[in-house]
Structures are given as structure tokens and as C-alpha cells.
């Protein structure tokens, strides 16, 4: 159920937009994305800072959109997302509290050094996406720009995530690794 909500205004951002335009998809997107938060704390009674986070950029990103009449601000949304992912992730290694081993360090134990290596990978990640994304949203045609932002980024994240998952299983500790089989 939370991962259709996850996903449900990036559905219905890409159904919209394929019926109408990108403004029209815009401001559904917003709305979507309201309705998402608000469902997260009814069902959930609790809503994460992620979530919140999206919903203020989508927020601002979408009315800067629609107030103005000029796509090139949902377009850069998604560069400034992966920026601040990339820099919060940099930022928190050099402060010795990695998000990432904050994150899953209570379900799994792998050495600093694979921590390291994973932070430094997501940060090269979200680097490389937000250059992706600058390049094809105002090198490319609108529509090659949102079937990129729906399939491509999120197809990307999924890989990555799974190459994540295997990478630090592979470094747990074998007690710790029967324990999650």
C-alpha cells in the first residue's frame, strides 16, 4: 500500500500529462502530491521528513510552473532534488554521520568503509541524474523530459537500489546475514 502511494502522483502526473500538457499535469501533480501527504498521516498517523520535503519542492517547483507559464521550473525541480540529495549525502559523511548507515545502520552492520563506499556511490548517482536531467530537459523534447523523469529516473533508482542492497549484503557479517535470510 505505501508503495502505490509512494508512486500514485507520479502516475497520475504522467497520465495527465499524457491527456493534456505539462501545466495541467503540473498542477495535478501538486494536488496529488497534497492529497499523498494527507493520506500518509491518516493511514500512517505520521509523515516522514522525505515526504515533506518532496511536497514542499513539488509545491514551490509547481507553482513557480503554473504562476509563471514556463515548464523550465518543474524541469529544474527535479536538478535541485538531486543536488540536495547529493550534498545532504556528502554533507553527513564529512560530519561522520552518514545518512545512509543512519538510516540502515540499526537492520544492518557492515564496516565504515562500505558505508563510505556506498554514500560516495548514491552521491555519484544523484550527480550523474541531475546532469541527465539538465541535458535532456532542455536539450530534448518536453515529452522525451517526462518519460525520462517518470521511467528513466525511476527505473535508474530501482537498479541502484538493488545493486545497493546486494552490495551491502554481500559485506554482512555471516551471523548477521543467516539472521536476514
Given at each position: ?5 509512494d ?30 501527504l494527507?493520506?500518509?498521516y ?25 504562476v ?114
Open positions: 500500500m505505501k508503495q502505490l502511494l508512486f500514485l502522483p507520479l502516475i497520475i502526473f504522467f497520465a495527465v500529462y499524457k491527456l493534456f500538457d505539462i501545466y495541467i499535469a503540473t498542477g495535478v501533480l501538486v494536488a496529488a502530491t497534497t492529497l499523498q494527507l493520506l500518509t491518516i493511514i500512517y498517523r505520521k509523515v516522514e521528513k522525505m515526504l515533506l520535503f518532496t511536497f514542499a519542492m513539488v509545491v514551490v517547483f509547481g507553482t513557480l510552473t503554473l509563471f507559464h514556463n515548464d523550465a521550473f518543474i524541469k529544474w525541480k527535479v536538478t535541485i532534488i538531486n543536488w540536495l540529495f547529493a550534498a545532504a549525502l556528502a554533507i553527513s559523511h564529512f560530519m561522520n554521520k552518514p545518512l545512509i548507515k543512519v538510516m540502515l545502520g540499526k537492520e544492518i552492520s557492515v564496516k565504515d568503509e562500505i558505508w563510505t563506499r556506498v554514500t560516495w556511490f548514491w552521491v555519484s548517482f544523484f550527480m550523474i541524474c541531475s546532469l541527465a536531467n539538465l541535458y535532456i530537459a532542455f536539450q530534448m523534447s518536453q515529452e522525451a523530459w517526462v518519460n525520462f523523469k517518470v521511467f528513466g529516473l525511476t527505473g535508474a533508482t530501482l537498479i541502484c537500489t538493488i545493486f545497493t542492497v546486494f552490495y551491502l549484503f554481500k559485506h554482512i557479517p555471516e551471523e548477521q546475514r543467516k539472521e536476514l535470510k
